[in-house]
């Protein structure tokens, strides 16, 4: 299996502050016929299900914000709010779609300082 | 846009049958272009998939739980449905099912979620 680690488990960021959030994967999600890294990011608030955020490492989900972004390739990836808003503030999971079984990290709790 | 409904009982007992079904509504499970998924999180917050159906019937399950796992379809009534035998504690978590769109390397990323059914084992 392919094991997908997060840093930090939490971080508080002031208001209309960048975020940054990491995430590795033991092995690279890197495909080599499309040069795409399948790798997924998901935002979770309390009471919901995760959200799709974004898609093939730095693809955005239609009608989620600018502010998000997604850079990275091979084992290491970021997920960056570059100006965090009060909306925000949930549980950020990454997620590997190389292989199976589709392994997500422990996740990233964000909040306002 | 595809709409997801989990339903079944909230309380099992250990040693017994957890059974939940996934409607879906806004889009038919048989157009293909999505894998149809179970994942689970556990009150500790993690993540994990259970596994996926094609709307042909073919299947994909997280080795971890294969052995006590059956999922199925009925596209008649588009609905996707998870059993889970011989269940303990560990496997209390609120269940979701899920898209999962098809790529070009396989099973992708998951795009529709439903709200989530909490499934507490206990006597």
């Known amino acids: 299996d392919i094991v997908m680690t997060q840093s930090p488990d939490s971080l508080a960021v002031s208001l209309g502050e960048r975020a940054t959030i990491n995430c590795k994967s033991s092995r690279s999600v890197l495909y080599s016929s499309n040069k795409k890294n399948s790798l997924a990011w998901y935002q979770q608030k309390p009471g919901q299900p995760p959200k799709l955020l974004i898609y093939?490492?730095?693809t955005r989900e239609s009608g989620v914000p600018d502010r998000f972004s997604g850079s990275g390739s091979g084992t290491d990836f970021t997920l960056t709010i570059s100006s965090l808003q009060a909306e925000d503030v949930a549980v950020y999971y990454c997620?590997?779609?190389?292989?199976?079984?589709?392994?997500f990290g422990p996740g990233t709790e964000v909040d306002i300082k | 846009q595809v709409q997801l409904q989990e339903s079944g009982p909230g309380l099992v007992k250990p040693s017994q049958t957890l059974s939940l079904t996934c409607t879906v509504s806004?889009?038919?499970?048989?157009?293909?272009?999505?894998?149809w998924s179970w994942i689970r999180q556990h009150p500790g917050g993690g993540l994990e998939w259970i596994g996926y159906i094609y709307y042909s019937g073919s299947t994909n399950y997280n080795p971890s739980l294969k052995s006590r796992l059956t999922i199925s379809v009925d596209t008649s009534k588009n609905q996707f449905s998870l059993k889970l035998s011989s269940v303990t504690a560990a496997d209390t978590a609120v269940y979701y099912c899920?898209?999962?769109?098809?790529?070009?390397?396989?099973?992708?990323?998951?795009?529709?979620w439903g709200q989530g059914t909490l499934a507490t084992v206990s006597s």
């Open positions: 093939w490492a730095s």
């Open positions: 806004g889009g038919s499970i048989s157009s293909g272009g999505y894998y």
């Open positions: 997620q590997q779609y190389y292989s199976s079984p589709f392994t």
């Open positions: 899920a898209s999962q769109i098809i790529t070009v390397g396989g099973a992708g990323y998951f795009n529709y």
